[in-house]
């Protein structure tokens, strides 16, 4: 199966607040990934910490915009600095015309993704979210040196860039994390102690998972989309959904991308496949061409915040079996621009 072409390590962390009441952002993965990237940037060394630095520069309107709660109110102002603290203020940008930039924040191919919930919590309440280190990127070495202290530290101390009313930072603990092994999350924490004879792999998220087993006829012919996402087609097509080719396609660019890197020729990343695997896939492209849009749900998503639209898709006619595990693929590695945020990702019903 394609799958296993595919590193990928997934762990779901439970954070545990300690603070009598803290707020969620209106986007949880935006202001989360920039004080962790920041928090991991800060733990490297200079020539390490060289590439994480430059990637975040290019989020320093929104990082400079946390301590004033922008994420928390939907928003990352604009603020450009003044020598002259008597000249006159100048209006901030409104939100939907800012345009985020297309880069990741990391230097690295993760995806942060927070599962749905409320946005205000109290003591003791649990947080739950999720990290996939994909590709190359897909170290447990990573994921123990770095990433979990960065995020410990995040957790317990506060810090006058993040603070603002009732934020999460400094008023959490890490409770546990798991991580995918197949169908089922394995324990790396447990009530706060870490696993250090845990042997983590990138290919142990898709033993066990049966893309391709027999079973009866399917009948799903109906996507929902669970976080907001761009598949970076025409101003004309925005506020229509994507055809099931269009989201193949750009699994395909997004499978391309986590083999050979961001620039490679469509030609090599079919040489990459076996041939079996390479003939399934085509002929689920194919299948895919066949199948049309009956109805349709969605939203535009305010400019200020990642991805461009969510909703609902009903397909004319069930989905057939040859195309599900491709499916599968893209709502597990997600699709188009800004998945690092976890943009990109949905459910089949």
Known sequence: MLSAHFNLNRYLFVCKVNASIVWLPVFPSLEFSLVLGTAIAERLPTVQARQWR??????????????KGACHRGACHRQAPTQNRQAPRTPNPEPRTLVLPESSPWPIDAAVLFYPGKRAYGRDELIFWELKLMGESADHGLFLELILPALEEAGSIRDSRWEYNNCLWGRFDIHSVFMAKGPRWEPVVSNGHLNLKYKAGPRQWSRGLKFESPRPPSHFDCLNWITAFDLDRNDSDIGSSPSL???????????????????????????????????????????????????EDMKLVPAYLPGRQIGKQIFREPLPDAVLPYLGLASVFHIGKHTHFGCGTFLLN
């Open 54 to 67: 430059k990637t975040l520069a290019l989020w320093d309107d929104c990082i400079g915009g946390i301590s």
């Open 245 to 295: 080719r269009t989201i193949l396609d750009v699994l395909t660019d997004r499978l391309a991308r986590l083999i050979l890197g961001n620039y490679y020729e469509p030609d090599d990343f079919w040489r990459e496949l076996k041939p079996k695997d390479r003939s399934d896939f085509r002929k689920a492209l194919e299948m895919s061409s066949e199948i049309s849009v009956l109805q």
